[in-house]
């Protein structure tokens, strides 16, 4: 539970996965570059603190983590909560924030806690990561118009009205730029994949802005030199007064940064075919936090579209991460200095593209389509991510996440279910058990018992995958599921499209009212096919013989 994967996978390497590995790690190391950069200026502080943080948490996230393949480094997440940390307690309450945040992840690893993270509900996680890309998008406004704005406002009602009052203002050479920059990202990928469209929007259009001498601003005309040196570890004083201030944005820095970590080995595990250890990744994610920290770093956490690029280019054990650290630290060493000459329109443009690949739209109006419950969840979350603050969203979010839970099984509970879960009395033969059935050999029949809420999903998916080899048929019985939510559902359209990859036919069996309900009412009824959700568990395995013939 406590052993870094690195040590796992070193076992049985070989030179073919080296090379494999050094060319994953090379190429997420340029990927990682911009938005490194981007990332450190939207979280308001300077470029070289963003490549830093990317190089020292990148390292440690890969030497010490649970999974094969995670990439470490700074995010979209933490934008908007860093930047309220660094203007309210500056730098040095930033980089305490972030010790802090590093200690709690520890604890966490050590107390187990990965796998209880699994059990947020997912209109939580995406109402406010899509409210994190809203607030994004608002932030890089000014940079992608080019307005002359001496102080945005950090409300983002007050930002709007102050976008809409100054937008006399605009630049249009900076317009050009952004939309120049917006257009290569957007059609490069149609080119090639394996140079990222981001690095060739910063090429072409800072050569552009120094071949014309456009009156665009820079990295350099405001931030000045970059450095091209690893700085010296720095500590700060911290006495009892600043631990009480920054408790709440140190926990909202942990909580974040475990749930990002954690969702982007999932999505990992489930493109690579492995499982990862939640608790050792909490403990290499704080070490990271520490290290990144010392070095005036800003919080790290598991980078979901750079951990892709690193699995799709071959990238298969934590060498690849590591490599990726080295190849940034290589960038900033000898090529450090040209990075003042980017143009602050081209990383709005890259931050928008970053906003938007945050947003899960698709997702978010899936939801919609979901049971009411879980569309209130969602809602509240969004906007008390966008109007108030993060914290307050997860907390309410999850609060309220928990009593429409219970207020929903109060109105479809069986009563004869709980009271044979509740008694300690010997339980009745069972005469339409699965046992007293004839379950031909390529079938697989899984029976859930109990509501398929969101604490439950994640175990769901946790099955099927270790279930071994793929059957050509798999009933799910659902006879004794009273109630499913929106996580259910997406761990359902999960399963399916896990099942279809492995050329596996999914059979729902027994479905009650509001799961069937919630099923039509998504979608998901279309996905599974509506032929295929059945009465009862004979009409399933007859199906299933029919099928197999």
């Known amino acids: 539970m406590f052993l870094p994967k690195l040590f796992t996978t070193l076992k049985d390497y070989n030179r073919e996965q080296f090379i494999a590995d050094t060319s994953a790690g090379i190429i997420v190391g340029i990927v990682a570059l911009p938005l490194a950069i981007a990332f450190g200026i939207a979280s308001g502080v300077t470029p070289s603190q963003g490549i830093i943080t990317a190089i020292i948490g990148g390292f440690i996230v890969s030497a010490l983590g649970g999974s094969r393949v995670q990439i470490g480094g700074p995010t979209g997440a933490f934008i908007i909560i860093v930047y309220g940390i660094v203007q309210t307690y500056g730098m040095a309450g930033l980089t305490i924030a972030t010790v802090m945040a590093g200690f709690i992840l520890i604890a966490m690893g050590l107390a187990r806690f990965g796998s209880v993270i699994k059990f947020i509900p997912y209109p939580v996680t995406v109402g406010f990561t899509s409210g994190i890309a809203l607030l994004i998008f608002s932030t890089q406004i000014k940079d992608f118009f080019g307005l002359v704005i001496a102080k945005v406002p950090s409300e983002f009602h007050e930002k709007w009205i102050s976008y809409f009052f100054n937008f006399y203002s605009v630049n249009y050479f900076s317009t050009g730029i952004a939309s120049l920059a917006l257009a290569i990202m957007i059609f490069w990928p149609k080119v090639t994949n394996k140079i990222p469209g981001s690095l060739i929007a910063i090429i072409i259009t800072t050569v552009i802005v120094q071949l014309l001498n456009f009156p665009v601003e820079t990295i350099g005309s405001r931030f000045g030199e970059i450095s091209s040196n690893l700085p010296a570890p720095k500590f700060f004083p911290i006495n009892f007064s600043t631990v009480k201030n920054l408790i709440g944005p140190a926990s909202t820095i942990a909580i974040l940064a475990a749930i990002e970590s954690l969702l982007s080995a999932v999505v990992s595990d489930g493109m690579v075919g492995t499982k990862h250890r939640s608790n050792m990744e909490l403990i290499a994610q704080g070490a990271a936090n520490l290290g990144s920290a010392v070095f005036g770093g800003i919080p790290v956490t598991g980078a979901i579209a750079r951990t892709v690029v690193n699995v799709k280019n071959g990238g298969r054990t934590p060498i690849a991460g590591i490599i990726h650290a080295i190849t940034l630290l290589l960038i900033m060493l000898f090529f450090g200095s040209l990075a003042k000459l980017i143009p602050m329109a081209t990383l709005a443009a890259i931050l928008v593209i970053v906003a938007y690949n945050m947003s899960e739209w698709r997702s978010f109006l899936e939801l919609l389509k979901s049971p009411r419950s879980d569309v209130i969840v969602l809602v509240t979350t969004f906007l008390l991510t966008v109007i108030f603050d993060l914290t307050i969203a997860i907390e309410i979010g999850m609060v309220l996440s928990v009593f429409l839970f219970m207020r929903r099984m109060s109105e479809v509970t069986n009563i004869g279910l709980i009271k044979r879960e509740m008694s300690d009395d010997e339980e009745k033969p069972d005469l339409n058990s699965i046992s007293t059935k004839d379950i031909p050999e390529s079938v697989e029949v899984f029976e859930i018992n109990g509501p398929f809420f969101f604490g439950a999903a994640s175990k769901f998916l946790d099955e099927m995958r270790i279930a071994g080899k793929p059957p050509k048929v798999r009933i799910v019985r659902m006879r004794n599921v009273p109630a499913i939510d929106a996580t259910g559902l997406h761990t359902l359209k999960d399963f399916y499209l896990d099942s279809k990859e492995q050329g596996t036919l999914v059979i729902l069996s027994d479905v009650h009212t509001q799961p069937l309900f919630a099923i039509t009412q998504?979608?998901?009824?279309?996905?599974?096919?509506?032929?295929?959700?059945?009465?009862?568990?004979?009409?399933?395995?007859?199906?299933?013989?029919?099928?197999?013939?």
């Open 522 to 549: 998504s979608g998901l009824i279309d996905l599974f096919g509506e032929q295929y959700i059945v009465g009862n568990i004979d009409e399933a395995l007859q199906k299933a013989r029919d099928i197999i013939r």
